[in-house]
């Protein structure tokens, strides 16, 4: 189920209905989803299933499902299996019959999107880039032709060499950059990459980004 990618008030009416009747809560941070369940006064048990966990919980947790437990699964912020680890569970549990349903809410790639001005008409979400380098530059070499606009996330220690890396092998092109969406220091910056590079100080880059990027010849539309 979808949760606040920052502000606490994104949170949908049947998310917190599901958050209380949920017989189990799996989450990323516990720390985090204890933060919003205390804020809606809510109190449940949590389990935690994260990244590097998630192969030994997830038989764990689809056992409790077959159980005809009903599980609330909440990532770290936003729609869970967007770039994190729900989808593994998700899939398992496909593959044992049990209903999967969804509880939609918000999502930084596309929050980022239809604030970023770039077409919003045809759009291909890319998760994370590779963060050494090399593999980095080959992705977006394979992504050289591609006509959508283009999602990323990154890391604030990253950006700078990310967007270096897209102008060296693009060229110019008019990009977005979103940060800490719904958050204090929510704030978009428009531009081409180098207009976008000159905003930005290196070493005083913090929060969490989204990168968008027109596709090749896209036309405004
Ligand atoms: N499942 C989440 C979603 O629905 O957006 C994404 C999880 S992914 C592990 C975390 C990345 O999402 C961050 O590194 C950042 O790129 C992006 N992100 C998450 N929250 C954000 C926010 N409030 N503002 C900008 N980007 C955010």
Partial sequence: MAT???NLEDIT?????????AHLIACEDTRRTRKLLLHYGIR??????YDYNKERRAPWLIRKLLENKSIAL???AGTPGISDPAFYLVRLAIDQGIEVIPIPGPNAALSALISSGLPTDRFAF??????RPGPRRRRLKELAEEQRTMIFYESPHRLLATLKDMVDIWGERRAALAKELTKKFEGIIRGTFSEL?????PGKV???WVILVEGKGNRRS
Wanted: net charge positive; charged share 30%.
């Fill in 4 to 6: 606040p990618i920052g």
């Fill in 13 to 21: 009416l049947r998310a917190l209905r599901i958050l209380k009747e």
């Fill in 44 to 49: 449940k048990g949590l389990i935690s299933y």
């Fill in 74 to 76: 909440v990532s770290d």
């Fill in 126 to 131: 890319e998760g994370f880039l590779p963060s």
């Fill in 197 to 201: 590079s000159k905003q930005i100080s």
């Fill in 206 to 208: 913090k929060g969490e």
